[in-house]
């Protein structure tokens, strides 16, 4: 079975950074593209990040953009969200998703990708 992990995810001050990974197992993330996700408590699973597989389409949330940038190392089999300038509202569990050949990825709808990780918690906090 297709597996993706996250990890990078912890507690960090407000204005401080994290990294976070998204490592595949039993597959080639490379043609694949992958959207990074979020879910705060109390609130429904939303969209912030994403890369088709070939390179052909970036996106990011309105809300992180200028602080938060997605890349991929396909030697690694990893793709990765760099965060920074953090704040208190991204706090929230992050996911990572994948879905093969997506040349044009999208934010929303999430049922566009079929493989998951099981989530990294962030917390923004002093």
């Known amino acids: 079975q297709l597996q993706l992990v996250e990890s990078g995810g912890g507690l960090v001050q407000p204005g401080g950074s994290l990294r976070l990974s998204c490592t595949a197992s039993r597959f080639t993330l490379g043609t694949y593209a992958i959207g990074w996700f979020r879910q705060a408590p109390g609130r429904e699973r939303e969209g912030v990040s994403c890369?088709?597989?070939?390179?052909?389409?970036?996106r990011y949330a309105d809300s992180v953009k200028g602080r938060f940038t997605i890349s991929r190392d396909n030697a690694k089999n990893t793709v990765y969200l760099q965060m920074n300038s953090l704040r208190p509202e991204d706090t929230a569990v992050y996911y990572c998703?994948?879905?093969?050949?997506?040349?044009?990825?999208?934010?929303?709808?999430?049922?566009?990708?079929?493989?998951w990780g099981q989530g990294t918690q962030v917390t923004v906090s002093s």
């Open positions: 890369h088709s597989w070939n390179g052909g389409t970036t």
């Open positions: 998703a994948a879905e093969r050949l997506l040349s044009i990825c999208r934010l929303s709808p999430m049922n566009e990708y079929d493989y």
